[in-house]
Every structure is written in structure tokens, then in C-alpha cells.
């Protein structure tokens, strides 16, 4: 799973005109599924994802989670983070998954984050989404679980 990670102060996603999802002070996670992703991957990024330390404490250094500060977050599935653009000019998604597969994994996602104790709003998947944002900061982190299977030796 790839995870494009922004801190907002306010966030929305609409379809056809109407707000299907919304928050406040939080974070935005635009959530991409690829083939062999599963309910480990959910979980694991779920929990990364809460408990990293990117907004400010007192001192304004990064020392506090979306679980310390009582953040939500707006999770929108996006396939297009699993483009391959190695060849040609138009983005191939062959490395995404397909929808029976990948949205499971976005609600298990989410479910997972709702666990840990975050509010938790959605886009809607596989709609043609318009989303809104304010970034705080800027602060925008990208996280793939295939990176946290790695040993740290390798990279």
C-alpha cells in the first residue's frame, strides 16, 4: 500500500457537488492499493500512520500524533499511486489492484485507524472525486509498506 500523507487544517472531498467526507485539524491520506497488498498492509500502515510524530508540540517540533493532538483523518482511495511510468507518456496501472481487492483494504484501513481511536472520514471509492485542502505546514510525508518489510541494511 502507498500512502501520500498531508497534515491539514481542514480537508473535503466531493462528488457530483455534494461533500461525501470531511474533517478538520488532521490528516489527509490519499490511499493507493497494489496487488499482493493485504490486511497486514492495512494494519501496519494504520498504525504508522497514527502515531507519527509531525505536528507540532509546544516548541514547534514534530512530537505529537493525530492520536495526541485528537486529529481526524480523510482517507481517499487513488490508484494513480501505483502509475508506472517507465515507458511511453501515458501512465500504465497494471501494479494497482483491482477493485474487489483494493477496497476491502481501504476500509480495513480505515477500520483500523477508527480502532486505534481516530475520527475517520472517506472519499468515495472508484467515484470520480473533487478534493480540498488545506495544507498545514506544508507537511506531506509519502509511506509504502513494502518499504517497512525491508531490513534497513538494504537501502
Same mark, same amino acid.
Given at each position: 500500500?502507498?500512502?501520500?500523507?498531508?497534515?491539514?487544517?481542514?480537508?473535503? !472531498?466531493? !462528488?457530483?457537488?455534494? @461533500? @461525501?467526507?470531511?474533517?478538520?485539524?488532521?490528516?489527509?491520506?490519499? %490511499?493507493?492499493?497494489?496487488?499482493?497488498?493485504?490486511?497486514?498492509? &492495512?494494519? /501496519?500502515?494504520?498504525?504508522?500512520?497514527?502515531?507519527?510524530?509531525?505536528?507540532? +508540540?509546544?516548541?514547534?517540533?514534530?512530537?505529537?500524533?493525530?492520536?495526541? !493532538?485528537?486529529?481526524? !483523518? %480523510? @482517507?481517499v482511495s487513488q490508484? $494513480?499511486?501505483?502509475?508506472? =511510468?517507465?515507458?511511453?507518456?501515458?501512465?500504465? *496501472?497494471? +501494479?494497482?489492484? /483491482?477493485? +474487489? #481487492? &483494493?477496497?476491502? %483494504?481501504?476500509?480495513? *484501513?480505515?477500520?483500523? #485507524?477508527? $480502532? #486505534?481511536? %481516530?475520527?475517520?472520514?472517506?472519499?468515495?471509492?472508484? &467515484?470520480?472525486?473533487?478534493?480540498?485542502?488545506?495544507?498545514?505546514?506544508?507537511? =506531506?510525508?509519502? #509511506?509504502?509498506?513494502? $518499504?517497512?518489510?525491508?531490513?534497513?541494511? $538494504?537501502?
Amino acid at each position: 500500500m502507498r500512502a501520500v500523507i498531508q497534515r491539514v487544517s481542514e480537508a473535503s !472531498v466531493s !462528488v457530483d457537488g455534494q @461533500v @461525501v467526507g470531511q474533517i478538520g485539524r488532521g490528516l489527509l491520506v490519499l %490511499l493507493g492499493v497494489g496487488h499482493g497488498d493485504g490486511m497486514a498492509d &492495512a494494519r /501496519l500502515l494504520a498504525e504508522k500512520i497514527a502515531n507519527m510524530r509531525i505536528f507540532p +508540540d509546544d516548541d514547534g517540533r514534530f512530537n505529537r500524533s493525530a492520536l495526541d !493532538v485528537g486529529g481526524a !483523518v %480523510l @482517507v481517499v482511495s487513488q490508484f $494513480t499511486l501505483y502509475a508506472d =511510468t517507465r515507458r511511453g507518456r501515458r501512465p500504465g *496501472f497494471s +501494479d494497482a489492484a /483491482l477493485p +474487489d #481487492l &483494493a477496497a476491502p %483494504l481501504v476500509e480495513a *484501513f480505515g477500520a483500523a #485507524l477508527h $480502532t #486505534l481511536g %481516530l475520527r475517520v472520514a472517506y472519499g468515495q471509492f472508484g &467515484a470520480h472525486m473533487q478534493v480540498s485542502l488545506v495544507n498545514d505546514g506544508p507537511v =506531506t510525508i509519502i #509511506l509504502d509498506s513494502a $518499504t517497512f518489510r525491508e531490513s534497513r541494511s $538494504t537501502r
